[in-house]
Each structure stands twice: as structure tokens, then as C-alpha cells.
């Protein structure tokens, strides 16, 4: 289906924990990075401590509690806690977790610190963890080819929880979620200036019953990304802005198949933000995004309150054959910047032709007049 949008919209605008027990092999471990020789200066390296502590804890059994003490600033390079492991984990984060900087980068691939292959994996920050991607010192590089990395990578995680943690300042984006089920975000602070580039919040991806909620989120692009491959998607009492707002896409770039379905934005807030409630597709991809709701929004300074751009690359003319449809808008209200508050680019309206074609058609859109009903 070629540039299909069906659509309802109602809208106004006006003290330090250092545990020390290592009781591998019984029911209860609580391991501790700073029995590993982590530092926990900020100027140490303490990568092969953290790897050295999370081996422990993936190896116990029962219950395995990571600790991560609070009032320490640990320096790490990139870290790969993977499972699956013999123990249901809890990391419990209440220090600070700071990448280095520029000069002292030495990271490929797509993340800083990944976690995957987990099952009933809790991260809690207790409202005092914080992580750090010095990404201050990449921003504004203009001869720097940035580190192309999450701060946190997410990946074929089930039954995932993820609480009062404070992220800041990645290179790029700060969190991926991706072939992930039944995850949860709650209380997760993520800062990041609006001048700096790419800077995602969530980026999520091939994965679905993702819930993120009370939550705050300044950034130089997307506060939320919801991506191809991604369904039950859900955002309630989250606070974008600065930012881009949050967004069905892109969906369909480089001419790829990309489906989103049942997405829900609840309660949400935008500040000053580029766009409110987003939807975006490439010319030339397909697939659709459909039944997504927007609800009970409020807008504080909004350039694009409503926005559905099915021409994001801005070449003219050109069919999507990404399908957009059952997208509500529903409860908006607040201040746009713009003298156009709800903006709908669908792609170019089809038809059909036939030539020398027999045969019948039903229920198509386009309608094929040239064929028997």
C-alpha cells in the first residue's frame, strides 16, 4: 500500500553500601567490584574489576546481588556483562560509571556497555547510580569521527528492570533496547544538551512489552525511537525536552522492510522541544506503522506538536510504501511555536493502470477499476 494514513484526531492548543560478603554457590552472593580491585577513583581503570565481579556473580547460584558502591566514580572502557548465567542477577549501581575521554578512547563497535542474553535481570540505581559518556569531549569535534556507541546496549533481554538511574552526556545515543520482551524503565533520568548531536534517549528495535515510565529525558535528538521490528510499545508520564520529541521511526531507510505496531504514548510532556508526537518514513522502504496513540499530551513551547513525515529524506515525489494507519492524537494541549501546530506530509497519492490484464480484484486500495468486481 502506497502512502496509506488513516487517522482520529481530537486536539486543543493553548552511605556508602561496601558489602563484603562473596558467598558464591550458596543462595544469597553479594559481590562487590571493590573486591576485585576496582579503584573507584575516576583516574584508574577499572574494566578487568567489573569483568572479574560480574564473572562471580553470573557463576552463582540462586540470588546474585552486584554491587556497585555509592561515593565512588569508576573509569571503565567497554564492558560486556552477558549471560545466561547460573544466578537471576540485581546489580545494585549506586556509584558512577564514567567512559573515557576522548583521547583515551579505545572502543569499536556499538557500545560502550552491553548487556545481554539476561533473563529477570534488575538494575537499581537507588537514585544515587549515574552513568557518564563523556561525550562532551566528542560533540563539538567537528574532524572527529564520533564513536558510533551506546552508552547502554540492551540485547535479547527478558523480563528486564531498570530503575532510578541518572545517564548523561553519551557520544551518541545513550540507550538501546533491542530483541528485548517484557522490559521495564521507571524513573530513569537521561541528560544530555540540546547541542549535542544524535543523542537519543531510547533507541528501541526488535523487541516488545517495553514500558518506560516516570521518567525525564534531555537530549539533542529523539527522546524516544521506536523502530522497525517493534510492537506493545508503551511511554506513560515522560518528560521530553529538550529534544525531538518522541517518534515512530525512521522507519524504511535504505529501502528496508520495517514494521511497528501498538504503540502507546500516555501522559507525556514536551518542553521546548522540535517536535511533540512524531511519525517518519523513507521514500522507498515499506512496511507500516499502525495503531499508535497519542494521549492526553501536554506541549510547552512545541515547534511540530503533531508531525506524520512519510518524506524524510525530502526527495520529492517519490512513493513510501510504508503504511500508516490507525494513528489516534487524542487530549493535546499547550503552546506551539509554529503557526502550523499539526503537520501530515503522506506520501503521493496512488492509482493503478492495466494493459492487457484479465482477472478480478476486491477490496484494494488503490481500487483497480480495470478488473472484474
Not at 114 to 119: F, K
Request: hydrophobic share 35%; net charge neutral.
Amino acid at each position: 500500500m502506497l502512502g496509506f494514513f488513516t487517522y482520529i484526531l481530537i486536539l486543543s492548543f493553548i552511605s556508602p553500601c561496601f558489602c563484603t560478603r562473596l558467598d558464591v554457590g550458596t543462595k544469597n552472593a553479594f559481590i562487590n567490584v571493590m573486591q576485585f580491585g576496582a579503584r573507584g577513583d575516576g583516574i584508574a581503570d577499572d574494566t578487568q574489576a567489573f569483568a572479574s565481579a560480574w564473572d562471580s556473580a553470573c557463576k552463582a547460584g540462586g540470588m546474585s546481588t552486584l554491587v556497585i558502591p555509592a561515593g565512588r566514580s569508576f573509569r571503565v572502557t567497554k564492558i560486556n556483562f552477558s549471560g545466561p548465567c547460573k544466578a537471576k542477577i540485581n546489580i545494585q549501581l549506586e556509584g558512577k560509571i564514567v567512559a573515557p575521554s576522548k583521547e583515551a578512547w579505545k572502543l569499536d563497535g556499538a557500545y560502550w556497555i552491553s548487556i545481554q542474553y539476561l533473563n529477570g535481570l534488575t538494575i537499581d540505581g537507588n537514585g544515587k547510580g549515574e552513568i557518564d559518556g563523556y561525550g562532551s569531549t566528542w560533540w563539538h569535534c567537528e574532524s572527529c569521527e564520533r564513536p558510533k556507541v551506546y552508552v547502554l546496549f540492551f540485547h535479547a533481554c527478558n523480563d528486564l528492570i531498570v530503575r532510578n538511574l541518572g545517564i548523561s552526556n553519551s557520544p551518541q545515543s545513550h540507550v538501546s533496547v533491542n530483541m528485548c520482551n517484557r522490559a521495564t524503565f521507571s524513573h530513569i533520568s537521561i541528560n544530555a544538551p540540546a547541542t549535542s548531536p544524535n543523542t537519543d534517549g531510547f533507541d528501541i528495535s526488535d523487541s516488545t512489552n517495553i514500558l518506560i515510565q516516570d521518567s525525564n529525558i534531555k537530549s539533542g535528538d529523539d527522546c524516544i525511537a521506536v523502530n522497525g521490528g517493534s510492537s506493545f510499545i508503551n511511554a506513560t508520564r515522560v518528560t521530553c525536552g529538550p529534544g525531538h520529541g518522541i517518534s515512530v521511526g525512521s522507519l524504511g531507510r535504505n529501502g528496508q522492510h520495517d514494521m511497528v505496531s501498538d504503540v502507546y504514548i500516555l501522559n507525556c510532556t514536551f518542553i521546548g522541544t522540535s517536535n511533540g508526537a512524531r511519525i517518519k518514513t523513507f521514500e522507498g522502504g515499506s512496511g507500516y506503522a499502525k495503531r499508535i496513540t497519542f494521549d492526553q499530551i501536554i506541549l510547552q513551547n512545541v515547534r511540530n506538536p503533531i508531525i506524520i513525515d512519510q518524506n524524510y529524506s525530502g526527495v520529492e515525489d517519490e512513493a513510501t510504501n510504508v503504511e500508516v494507519s490507525f494513528v489516534t492524537y487524542r487530549g493535546f494541549r499547550g503552546t506551539s511555536t509554529s503557526d502550523y501546530a499539526i503537520n501530515l506530509v503522506c506520501g503521493p497519492s496512488i492509482g493503478s493502470t492495466c494493459k492487457n490484464a484479465h482477472g478480478t480484484a476486491r477490496n484494494t486500495i488503490p481500487n483497480v477499476p480495470c478488473l472484474i468486481k
